[in-house]
């Protein structure tokens, strides 16, 4: 047996029978990492959970990667696009290419008695993937596409109380144009998905709803949306579909632009990653405040342990073997706050994500509740971490024991 590894398993079953400060500090040290670790896994959990709930909602509303025209500015007044383009069989044999969808934008006016509400009339064609309007969806149902001549609309929980309208009401709808136009919709149903900016606005129906007010001819749509089976892709598909789209454009002497969920919506990208300096500070001053615990705690162990060390010492044992006998203490103490803290956190965010037990103000926040996503990649690194970075630390006070002179200790005994 491992000489180091037996004395230690020899002072830890001491440890169960005495009760001594040094055991209380111990315990207080485990006490400490088990906290540190259990708000270092929530809090991970929470900025990856509330930056995934944001980028899904975003998606659900433009995709993660946009096709548009070039002369399309920021208004939602797009030029139009050619719904045959060549480079769509290729963009669609993409690995990375889960769906590729075309759609057509139009603002307008909606008026309900007195109220009046700016929108945007987004029509997609049947085939469009509408799971997250189905998931968010609160009253009624999903608009019927497989008419061209529905005027069925989906509309969301704002818009229909800024406008006091319910399922199965008109919607008379201006837009501004020459001539000026109206339609008058039926609300087919009602959603809610938290993300104010974008439900006070949006309102779905038929892509040919949009065709026929602005007269286009036949094929013709405000771009394509591309959605991805890894999102964290996003910028290098990017990429190869503006490659893919100047190299047909050259070709037909029809230029598109390729944006990215970044490019459409950047404010909400650069509010996420604020949130990522804020976890970066929170997972520092836990580390510090676990290392520094530990630390403390090792000293009092070695100056519990004088007696036992000069003893050691006396009998042969050198420095680098007496470091490894408290280092391997150090990885025990460790070891089971790091357990100790995983179960808490994880059984605290598991309870969250179940029960939503915490609620925030959507309005503020953009969701319901605190969101919980537990990633095991980030779980793994976390606790590796942890324990290579306070074993680390565990270095500095284990050279107090190459000052340790045998001769004084046992004599002071």
Partial sequence: MNFEYFIV??????????????????????????????VMILSVAIITGFKKEIKDKLTGFGSHIQISSLSANNSWETGTVNKDQPFLAELKRDVDVRDVFPFATKPGIVQSGKELQGIVLKGVEPGYNMDFFAKNLVAGKLPDLSRPDSLEVLVSKTLARLLRINVGMKLPTYFVQDPPKMRSFKVAGIYNT????YDKIFVYCNLSVISTINNWQSGEISGFEVRLHDPSKMDQVAE??????????IQSNNMLQVKTLKDIAPGFFDFLSLTDTNVWVILTLMLLIAGFNMISGLLIIILDRTNMIGTLKALGTNNQSMSRIFLYQAGY??????????????????????????PLDPQSYFVNSVPIHINIVHLLMLNIGTLALT??????????????SPSETIKFD
Avoid: C, W, Y
């Fill in 9 to 38: 398993k020899k002072i830890l079953r001491s440890q169960v029978r005495e009760k001594s400060g040094a055991n209380t500090l111990v315990n207080v040290s485990i006490i400490a990492i088990a906290l540190s670790m259990t």
């Fill in 194 to 197: 938290g993300l104010e900016e």
């Fill in 240 to 249: 190869r579909i503006q490659d893919l789209v100047d190299h047909s454009g």
């Fill in 333 to 358: 103490i460790i070891g089971k706050g790091i357990i100790l803290g995983n179960l808490i956190g994880l059984a605290l965010a598991i309870i969250q994500d179940h029960f939503h037990l915490i």
């Fill in 391 to 404: 074993l680390v630390m565990m270095l500095i006070p284990s050279r107090l024991l190459s000052r340790i």
